[in-house]
């Protein structure tokens, strides 16, 4: 006889500094008197942000970590890093003398023929194998018609690309949440501006957008050369930007506003 049973699991837990910071404590990287400085160094460059108390990855670190562990894979490893701490307290401790020990890890050795390259070589010969479209580069799947779907971190920020169409989508969008759905429904939002009439008070004209950050309406346009920037408003999660109505979008625009 066969008996169907159900079997849920939970996925782990994400990170937050207390969790990273025993994380690093097992992996022999770093000291007490260090975690605070990582942990300030690693929001700082935009590769984690703060939900809470869970440290979210951003895409950026995952392209910087692709960077790493294809092009620099014994920096990143964690024996190395560790080895490397063990080094710098001898050091401290006066039985190894820092400027040797800093020359052969940039510099490497200096004849060129040994396992060791150093740091200054590494970089150098490097940089011309490096594909910074292929890096930047995160696959999500495929379409149902087979079309391969990517996120990638931009200069402008993370979008979605689709063969030859692509999107922005927001900067705190945790990346497993991003699917090959969600993606798409990025890429087939409405991209332009979008007229939903004149504001009878200002006689401004008002547009519902697809921004970096979201759908929002904005009161008039930018002239250039002026510092006052138009009024926006971002849309409730209910609303869509294919019907919002220039009645709702004058409704946003009017908040905050005093009811008492």
């Keep these: 006889a066969l008996t169907p049973e159900g079997h849920e699991t939970q996925p782990p837990s994400r990170y937050t500094e207390a969790s990273l910071v025993k994380r690093l404590e097992e992996l022999g990287v770093g000291r007490p008197s260090t975690y605070a400085s990582i942990m300030g160094t690693i929001q700082d ?7 809470g108390t869970a440290l979210i990855p951003s895409f950026t670190a995952f392209s910087v970590v692709t ?5 620099f894979p014994d920096l990143v490893d964690y024996a190395f890093t560790a080895r490397m701490e063990d080094d710098l307290d001898n050091i ?9 020990w800093l020359a052969k890890f940039y510099f490497g050795d200096e004849s060129g023929n040994g396992s060791d390259p150093g740091l200054k070589r590494m970089v150098s010969e490097k940089l ?3 594909d910074a479209r292929d890096i930047n580069s995160i696959p999500l799947g495929v379409t149902e018609d087979g079309e391969p779907v990517v996120a990638r971190v931009g200069k402008y920020g993370p979008y979605v690309q689709c063969g ?8 705190d969008l945790p990346p497993d949440e991003l699917t090959v759905e969600r993606a798409m429904e990025f890429i087939e939002a409405p991209q332009g501006d979008r007229s939903l009439g004149t504001d009878p008070e200002t006689g401004l004209e008002v547009f519902a957008k697809a921004g970096r950050f979201g759908p929002y309406v904005q009161l008039g346009q930018h002239e250039e050369g002026s510092k006052q920037k138009p009024k926006t408003a971002s849309l409730f999660k209910s609303m869509s930007l294919d019907t919002i109505t220039l009645d709702e979008a004058l409704a946003l625009l009017s ?6």
Aim: hydrophobic content about 35%.
């Design 67 to 71: 960077l790493l562990e294809r092009h």
């Design 255 to 260: 908040l905050p506003r005093t009811v008492g």
């Design 45 to 51: 460059r935009g590769y984690v942000w703060k939900k």
């Design 128 to 130: 011309a194998e490096i």
């Design 164 to 171: 030859d169409r692509s999107a922005s989508i927001p900067d």
């Design 92 to 100: 401290a401790g006066g039985t190894v003398d820092a400027v040797p």
